[in-house]
């Protein structure tokens, strides 16, 4: 035989069938490609090391965003419409100023954080949720900054109109600054989390936890979450913003059950 031959001759096995590769009984999307035999110490190492490394990003970007605070802050007083603030304790725009560092400084060192977690669980993963870590990744980034955007444009600016019309006339309108920080960031980043949503269902839909019919079929339990949540996650009162954030939560779920429908699923 020559060596042509004996290249010719190899048999590349097929992952798509089982009878190929390995075991048939196994589908080859459900093994662990990068299995190593670790020992409880050294995962426990692994896992302080990922944990030092996301600290210290989050430290240095937590610094880099307090020297750079101002125009962060100014930019989050614009939904205000000039109302004016006030500082009501000694240092308290100080300690606003680090509130708004160590909220930015942790939503820019997410990737990087995000990408310690994946490194360090990604050993366990077979090609199957493998194969989700992409589009998880991208579109949990998008739907939190889609989040974060949704409450900057429309939650935040409803929520302070309706606390500023309603007594217009009665009270004049200064306000504490570190109250009103504690609204926003607060209102900001429930909204970003909400908007995680069709990420979970993807999870489950893919993992055949649920079915995308399961989902559809709970609708009421849905409205009644999305109104629950709605109100839980809105730090003001009022209706209008309530109604915002629910309509967006339910808008969120049924086109995750859209996407979970698209795979297949």
Request: with cysteine; hydrophobic share 50%; aromatic share 12%.
């Amino acid at each position: 035989m020559t060596p042509s031959q004996d290249v010719d001759s190899v048999k590349v096995p097929n992952l798509d069938d089982p009878e190929e590769y390995g075991n048939s009984d196994t589908d080859p999307l459900d093994e662990l490609p990068d299995e190593i035999e670790m020992s409880l110490f050294d995962h426990l190492e692994e896992l302080r090391l990922r944990i030092f490394y996301s600290l210290i990003a989050v430290a240095v970007g937590i610094i880099g965003c307090f020297f750079a605070v101002k125009p962060i802050v100014q930019l989050l007083e614009v939904p205000a419409q000039g109302v004016k603030f006030l500082q009501l304790a000694p240092g308290e725009y100080f300690f606003v100023s680090l509130k708004v560092a160590a909220y930015t400084g942790f939503v820019l060192t997410s990737p990087f954080i995000l990408y310690q977690i994946i490194q360090f669980v990604l050993p366990g993963l077979t090609r199957r949720e493998r194969r989700l870590l992409g589009p998880v990744v991208l579109g949990s980034s998008v739907l939190f900054a889609g989040g974060l955007v949704f409450a900057y444009l429309l939650l935040i600016p409803a929520a302070l109109k309706f606390f500023i019309s309603y007594g217009a006339d009665v009270v004049e309108q200064l306000w504490s600054i570190d109250k009103y920080f504690e609204f926003v960031l607060l209102l900001l980043f429930s909204t970003g989390l909400a908007f995680q949503i069709p990420i979970i269902q993807l999870l489950l839909g893919n993992l055949n936890i649920v079915s995308s019919e399961r989902m559809v079929s709970g609708w009421r339990y849905v409205i009644m979450g999305a109104v629950i949540l709605g109100a839980v996650l809105t730090p003001s009162t009022d209706p209008l913003t309530q109604s915002l954030l629910a309509g967006a939560v339910l808008g969120l779920y049924f086109g995750g059950v859209g996407l979970v429908k698209l795979t297949g699923k």
